[in-house]
C-alpha cells in the first residue's frame, strides 16, 4: 500500500452515461498526477496538479473528460458521455513535488469498463 | 512511431537467472530515466531511478543507461519467483515536472 487511494476500484457504466473517480493522494504532497492504461501498454499522462492549479493537461484528454483538485487535497476525474473507448485502468499518483524527479506514488486504480 | 520502445516479452526465466529488460528512446531530450514494477492489479512502484549515462546498483536490481544509443536496460541477477511482474521503463524531460512518458512494459515469469 503505497498511501494513494483510489475509489471506487471497478465502474462498470452503459455507453453515454457520466463517471467520476476519486483519488486520495499522500497528505502533504503538492503534485497529483492521473494516467490511464489500457491492457497490453503502459500508462499515458493525462494531466496533473500542482496544488489545486491544475498546470498541464494531455492533448487525449477530450472535452468529454475533466479534474478537479478543488483544495489541493483529493482530486476527481469526471468523464462524461463515456464511450466504449475509455475502457481502461485510471491510476493516480502523488509526489512531494519539489524536484522533477521526485518520486511519484502511485495508487491502485480505477478500472472502467464501458458496456 | 512511439517516444518509448520496450521489449515486449514475455519472459519466463528459471529461478536464479540472469534478466534483461530493455527499452529505446527516440527523443535525446529525455533526461531522467526509471524503471517501474507493477503487479497484477496494482499500481506501478519505483524500482530504479538514473540520470546520467552509466550504470546504478540497488542490491540485486543494476539500471542501465546509454544515452548515445538512446538505450536503457535493468538487470536482475538472481531472479526470484516474487520478480514475476510486468517491468515498465519511464522517461522524464528535464522541465515538465515530472510528466512521465512510459514504455508498454515486459512482462516476466520466473518460475521456481
Known amino acids: 500500500d503505497t498511501g494513494v487511494s483510489q475509489n471506487p476500484r471497478h465502474k462498470i457504466t452503459k455507453r453515454g452515461q457520466n463517471v467520476t473517480f476519486r483519488c486520495d493522494p499522500i497528505?502533504?504532497?503538492?503534485?497529483l498526477y492521473w494516467y490511464r492504461q489500457t491492457l497490453g501498454q503502459g500508462p499515458e499522462f493525462l494531466t496533473y496538479f500542482q496544488n489545486e492549479a491544475q498546470l498541464e493537461k494531455s492533448r487525449l484528454l477530450s472535452d468529454r473528460f475533466s479534474a478537479e483538485r478543488p483544495k489541493g487535497s483529493f482530486s476527481t476525474l469526471e468523464i462524461q458521455r463515456t464511450e466504449q473507448g475509455d475502457s481502461a485502468m485510471y491510476l493516480c499518483?502523488?509526489?512531494?513535488?519539489?524536484?522533477?524527479?521526485?518520486?511519484?506514488?502511485f495508487g491502485p486504480g480505477t478500472r472502467l469498463t464501458v458496456l | 512511431q512511439k517516444e518509448v520502445e520496450q521489449d515486449p516479452g514475455p519472459l519466463s526465466v528459471p529461478e536464479g537467472a540472469i534478466v534483461s529488460l530493455n527499452c529505446t528512446y527516440s527523443n535525446s531530450a529525455f533526461q531522467y530515466f526509471m524503471w517501474y514494477r507493477q503487479y497484477s492489479r496494482k499500481g506501478p512502484e519505483l524500482l530504479m531511478y538514473?540520470?546520467?549515462?552509466g550504470n546504478k546498483e540497488d542490491g540485486r536490481f543494476t539500471a542501465q543507461v546509454d544515452k548515445s544509443s538512446k538505450y536503457i536496460s535493468l538487470f536482475i541477477r538472481d531472479s526470484q519467483p516474487s520478480d514475476s511482474a510486468t517491468y515498465l521503463c519511464?522517461?522524464?524531460?528535464?522541465?515538465?515536472?515530472?510528466?512521465?512518458?512510459f514504455g508498454d512494459g515486459t512482462t516476466l515469469t520466473v518460475k521456481p
Open positions: 497528505s502533504e504532497h503538492n503534485r
Open positions: 519511464a522517461m522524464i524531460f528535464n522541465t515538465n515536472a515530472g510528466k512521465s512518458t
Open positions: 499518483a502523488s509526489s512531494r513535488g519539489g524536484t522533477v524527479t521526485d518520486t511519484q506514488y
Open positions: 538514473t540520470y546520467s549515462s
